[in-house]
């Protein structure tokens, strides 16, 4: 049996068994992959216990341990972060933070910070104007980091269209991963924001399925065929980024990584951007929550035009324009990540039981966690400061005063 390699952060290095489920809340997300030594003991008590205040169930010895899982092979082969009921914990402060950080990152390297909209191809026209009807506005905007942004949320895309949505059936890696894309896409995208028997059972299921798929088989994905999909896709723009039409003066525009000698930096980059999102992809599609990513607004269903609400699922990218209610968003920076399913009821495992899962009583009506959606607001309206004076008069209408935001010099800070 194949054994699973350990993220670099040791998140999934032994998060399938019993034990790291029952201590997944008390103990820190890099911490090593515990190994089993005669005579010790192994803590049962759970982070949604301690959240309830409930006593600690009895310890599991060694012997309890090898009797539920076999040995110790087998509990490494269940090893992976998304099966833990905490999975939800780690997606939304750790993973999704981590690979938006990236996105920037990667798209600061290799993409032009303006970009001659007339030097692009018909077909990355198309696909830029789906982001914003003003896209061409935005590529030749290398003073606000416009066409950085656009790129960024262009990335965002093809990784949707190629990994996280649900009818993306091609990511699969084997015939088992394949077929359980099946019922996952035509019955995930019809579960209802409720606690009912078929929610109930669709999930446990689902998670329940992927966890034997990811004992007999591994990772669900394959990240080569993501990075060739991301590099086909990008190469018509990247191309551009040393053209003498795109050239610009200001030296904080340019990259702020300096490749050393020797080195690959875009490989390592979409390296890293790949596994980051598969991660993501992985504890979406495993956990035993109900985690959904929004591409558009949940009101509406556009991608750009519609109403900028700040609140719980809507943030500007700039946080000085979260003010600025009511007006039209440019497009989406960042999309939204919501996750269903509050755990409710907590019953303690018995000695030595692996399902310690089945124990969980999820509420599939109540949203547990919210990952703000980041959208630019009135972006090249804001940014005409100085000119609104200059503007009035006979025939023009007073524009609004920009709003400017400091501007970045670590590559995994906003890009403003």
């Not at 914990?89 to 798209?107: N, P």
């Not at 910070?113 to 030749?140: M, T, V």
Request: hydrophobic share 35%; proline share 7%.
């Amino acid at each position: 049996m194949p054994q699973n390699k350990k993220s670099k952060d040791g998140r999934s290095a032994s998060s399938g068994s019993t034990l790291d489920q029952s201590t997944a809340g008390a103990s820190d997300a890099a911490s090593p992959s515990p190994s089993v030594v005669p005579d010790q003991t192994f803590p049962g008590k759970s982070w949604a216990s301690i959240i309830e205040g409930e006593s600690a169930p009895p310890t599991m010895t060694k012997k309890d341990h090898l009797k539920a899982f076999g040995s110790e092979d087998e509990m490494q082969s269940w090893a992976h972060g998304a099966f833990l009921s905490t999975s939800v914990h780690d997606l939304h402060l750790k993973i999704w933070d981590d690979l938006s950080a990236q996105i920037q990152f990667f798209v600061k390297l290799v993409f032009p910070p303006k970009c001659i909209w007339n030097l692009l191809d018909e077909n990355i026209k198309a696909q830029l104007l789906a982001i914003s009807p003003r896209a061409a506005e935005f590529c030749e905007d290398p003073e606000y980091r416009g066409c950085w942004l656009l790129f960024g949320a262009w990335i965002w895309h093809i990784l949707h269209e190629n990994l996280f949505s649900l009818d993306c059936r091609d990511k699969w890696s084997g015939a088992e991963w394949a077929a359980f894309g099946c019922p996952r896409q035509s019955l995930g995208g019809h579960m209802e924001n409720e606690s009912n028997a078929k929610t109930h059972a669709y999930h446990a299921d689902r998670h329940n399925l992927a966890r034997n798929i990811y004992l007999r088989q591994g990772p669900h994905t394959c990240p080569e065929r993501l990075k060739r999909i991301i590099m086909l896709a990008i190469k018509p723009v990247v191309v551009f980024r040393y053209h003498d039409e795109n050239s610009v003066s200001s030296s904080d525009l340019l990259s702020d990584h300096e490749p050393e000698p020797n080195t690959k930096p875009f490989e390592n980059a979409l390296s890293e951007m790949v596994e980051l999102a598969i991660e993501a992809d992985f504890n979406i599609v495993a956990s035993p929550h109900d985690t959904r990513i929004e591409m558009h607004d949940p009101e509406t269903g556009k991608n750009h035009g519609f109403v900028f609400k700040p609140g719980p699922s809507m943030e500007a990218h700039m946080p000085s324009h979260n003010e600025y209610s009511g007006m039209p968003v440019d497009f989406i920076v960042r999309p939204m990540l919501r996750t269903y399913g509050q755990v409710k009821h907590v019953h303690l495992p018995s000695q030595g039981d692996p399902n310690y899962q089945r124990n969980h009583a999820y509420d599939f009506g109540h949203c547990e966690r919210t990952k703000p959606m980041e959208v630019l607001v009135n972006h090249f309206v804001f940014h005409e400061q100085g000119q609104s004076t200059e503007a009035s008069g006979p025939g023009h209408e007073p524009r609004s005063i920009a709003i400017r935001g400091k501007r970045p010099h670590l590559a995994n800070d906003k890009l403003d």
